[in-house]
């Protein structure tokens, strides 16, 4: 089945993305982990998001260690390889503070829209990827729309004022984004609708429920698009679910795939989706969503991000995040923030993880735990691979995938507090065997 090249990549707390060569190949039957000739999703790859405070944390760095680590992140030939990554419309919780690109009241013209924010913070960082990868694609969502369109008056909490010269000026909005970052020649590969369409929080956010998503996709959006001929394809997300999720349940909207379904089933409003965003508590619909839309694409938008400690236990927490989001699915795995300075407080109040952290007191940087969860991903699979089916032991831990080049992935963890034995099977009755350290992550790649 394969030939005898084999690496093998592990990680623990306390050496990480070590090579391994202590592996054997031995004749024998037993319930080996073992490939399928089942191939499921093709792959959009692995990102992060720009924001605001991260860019800004990277400015702190000498213009050589900055250079490297951005190499790390976006170049082909190098660590993470990204292939797809996140933007905010305006503000996210990770900006300096609260902005739109258009706060002139009543202007549905969209006359005064303007990103020249923008162009201090987030394109030149975006700038900074696609000179290393110029085929990095991006997608984009706004946590608020511009105040004035909203009810009440603010950048957190509230609703989109849902009349039609409201819904048509926001549709607009979304055009005249898309228009100006490719007149900074940076396409927009995809428009998702709203930062969690069910979080009422106190950093920009607005609500929206699945019937509000279905007109405004329906009637307003996917028509501009048509009218502009926009090339960018509109998302339904990102789906997420509030913090008091027993009490959510309690309520009569107790279908969380009803989001999704809602606007899915309806054939007009299903024509401009091309795919659908879910994050947070949004993984516990994800399943029921692609069982019932196989054809569309499918993506984790922001991966959850912590309390800013950074530890190898949460790094194991997330190691099944992917796990979970790839076997019900996802073409793409979006981290959250790429790098932040030490505890990754927010500008709103929340210290959140990040894959590296920048000290500014040293003008240095180091790699968390999670950087080398996404490593062990994101290095050796990427955009075009395909997800291969996975049966015997340890297939509950694992994921597998064939990348471009046409080698066998493997991606596994031990979750056990003790070393534990592995054996894939190669074909032919021969097996890989390898122990593995304790509460460890590992990359196996058979070409």
């Known amino acids: 089945m394969f030939m005898d090249n084999v690496v093998w990549i592990t990680s623990t707390e306390q050496q990480q993305w070590q090579e391994k060569h202590d592996f054997q190949v031995v004749q024998g039957e037993s319930s080996a982990l073992r490939l399928t000739d089942i191939e499921h999703q093709k792959l959009l790859g692995f990102g992060g998001c720009f924001n605001e405070l991260g860019y800004i944390a990277l400015q702190k760095l000498p213009e050589e260690e900055r250079e490297k680590l951005l190499d790390r992140l976006f170049l082909p030939t190098s660590d993470q390889r990204f292939d797809i990554c996140r933007l905010p419309i ?6 300096l503070d609260w902005y739109s690109l258009n706060e002139t009241d009543e202007d549905y013209a969209m006359e005064h829209f303007s990103i020249e924010r923008d162009k201090q913070y987030l394109i030149p960082y975006i700038k900074e990827a696609l000179k290393r990868n110029p085929q990095l694609k991006l997608f984009a969502s706004p946590w ?18 849902f009349e039609p010269e409201v819904l048509q000026a926001y549709a607009l909005y979304f055009v005249r984004f898309v228009q100006a970052y490719a007149a900074e020649g940076i396409t927009i590969h995809q428009i998702h609708v709203q930062n969690e369409v069910v979080a009422d929080q106190k950093f920009p956010s607005c609500v929206w429920t699945g019937e509000q ?10 028509p501009a ?15 997420n679910a509030p913090e008091a999720w027993d009490e959510w349940l309690k309520k009569k909207e107790t279908d969380f795939n ?6 899915l089933s309806d054939p007009e409003a299903y024509q401009y989706v091309k795919g659908v965003g879910y994050q947070w508590a949004g993984k516990y619909a994800i399943q029921r969503t692609q069982m019932s839309y196989p054809e569309l694409q499918y993506m984790q938008t922001e991966n959850e991000c912590g309390d800013g400690e950074n530890t190898w236990f949460y790094a194991r927490y997330v190691f099944n995040l992917y796990h979970h989001y790839f076997i019900n699915g996802v073409n793409g795995y979006i981290y959250w923030n790429m790098a932040l300075e030490p505890s990754g407080m927010s500008t709103w109040g929340w210290k959140q993880n990040s894959m590296v952290t920048i000290d500014p007191q040293h003008q240095q940087y180091s790699l968390n735990p999670e950087y080398y969860v996404m490593k062990h991903f994101a290095h050796y699979v990427g955009a075009g691979a395909a997800r291969l089916g996975l049966q015997g032991s340890w297939s509950g831990n694992a994921l597998a995938f064939r990348n471009e080049q046409g080698a066998h992935v493997i991606v596994l963890t031990n979750p056990f507090k003790d070393e534990r034995i592995i054996s894939i099977e190669l074909g032919n009755g021969r097996l890989l065997q390898r122990t593995m350290e304790p509460e460890s992550f590992h990359t196996i790649v058979l070409s």
């Open 225 to 239: 698009f048509k009218q502009h001929s926009i090339a960018s394809e509109i998302w339904l997300g990102t789906i």
């Open 258 to 263: 009803g989001y999704a379904n809602i606007v």
């Open 213 to 222: 998503l279905k007109v405004f996709i329906r009637d307003y959006l996917g």
């Open 90 to 95: 305006g503000a996210s919780d990770y900006a």
């Open 144 to 161: 608020s729309p511009p105040t004035w369109m909203k009810f009440p008056r603010a950048y957190n909490y509230g609703t989109l004022r």
